[in-house]
């Protein structure tokens, strides 16, 4: 809002200082500013508030150590997460950018699952939550109305490097071309590291790119499931989530940067995406919001964020990843997300098929996700968070390499 106030008042008066509030850098420092105030400050009367309405925590007994001391602990704290973000986005950010638009849809759909299933668990005192076929479709229709807004917007563009030029002083450059519609992605540790999802049908007939909708919205779709279900399940303990997702958000806010600059992204050899940049606004809000919240989700946490924030930022994660044409390096990035997914899934499988071949079922792990395997040894909840937070940010640091490693 103040984007526009700024904007009008520069044009009608020539205001000092309007055009430097426009300036992207600025709002994004004012934005990460405020919304970290707001978690930390209002995020305490929230916690309050939680308390006062007896909004806590049910802990099942899974024989962990610390882990009758939790019952009770505020939940929903996802809420904290959420409006810390959305207020400075709504006053520093330009909310005509489809892209911002896209991440505003995506914080506010998935908090009201996650808040839709916290709640089941707490009034309706059923610790199943909202059932799994439920949240999946919450899933997917987010994965579908992202996947068709990137695909047919007339915004959403990418420019190529298509021709060069020789300048005064003899020096080659490449010069961008207009605009254009694709779905390509950049595929990381590979010299020509683009992938078009128009390939997957083009062999099938001329024309048929028209139709990368079919490939690309499944993908789209798949993404936003998988790491809204793997920001989830990290949520375990205290300030595992919240600090892993600042890693993520920050370097993704980096590949956002780059990708929205001309300069930075012809040096980088990587899509120049137009009107992308704006994001780097929200993103500053979203790390200013999760460090914030993770002031009172550290060891021994004074609330945890639930479903309501587990959710919202697993699918923030995945829609941002996919806009910077980044989500091929999901694996990489979001390797603590992952990790704690193939845990569960390897767990599960591996118990069935034991089960089925030898009449009992068999464990890889202690117990699953992966950071209960290591609570099972005896590791301490800070340990194991501290060891999480610095594989994070090594998986952080390998995915910014690769901006230049191919």
Known sequence: ???????????????????????????AAMAVMLSLLIAMVYGKRIILFLQKKQIGETVRDLGLEGQKQKAGTPTMGGLIIIVSTLLPVLLFADIKN???????ITTIWMGIIGFIDDYIKIFKKDKQGLKGKFKVMGQVG???????????????????????????NFKVERVFGEE???????????KNNELDYADFI??????????????????????????????????????LAAGSSAIIVLTL???????????????????????VGELVVFLAAFVGALVGFLWYNTYPAQVFMGDTGSLTIGGVIAVIAIIVRKELLLPVLCGIFFA??????????????????????????????????????SYHESKIVTRFWIIGILLAIISIVTLKIR
């Open 180 to 190: 254009t519609k694709a779905v390509r992605t950049n595929v990381p540790f590979f």
């Open 202 to 239: 083009s062999w099938m007939g001329d024309g048929m790119e028209k139709y990368a909708w079919i490939i690309f919205i499944p993908v789209v779709i798949l993404i936003v499931t998988a790491v809204s279900n793997g920001a989830n399940l990290t949520d375990g303990i205290d300030g």
């Open 253 to 275: 806010g980096i590949f956002a940067w780059v990708s929205g600059n001309i300069q930075f992204s012809s040096y980088l050899d990587i899509f120049y995406l137009p009107r």
């Open 142 to 168: 987010l994965g579908l109305i992202v996947g068709l807004t990137l695909y047919f917007h007339p915004q959403v563009t990418i420019k190529e490097k298509d021709s060069t030029t020789i300048t005064e």
């Open 340 to 377: 704690e997914s193939l845990s569960v899934m390897l767990q599960v499988g591996y118990f069935k098929h034991t089960k089925k071949k030898y009449g009992e079922g068999r464990r890889i792990f202690l117990m699953a996700p992966l950071h209960h395997h290591y609570q099972k040894k």
């Open 98 to 104: 489809i892209y911002v638009i896209l991440l505003i």
């Open 1 to 27: 809002m103040l984007y526009y106030l700024f904007e009008f008042l520069e044009k009608q008066y020539q205001l000092p200082g309007a055009g430097l509030f426009r300036f992207l850098t600025f709002r």
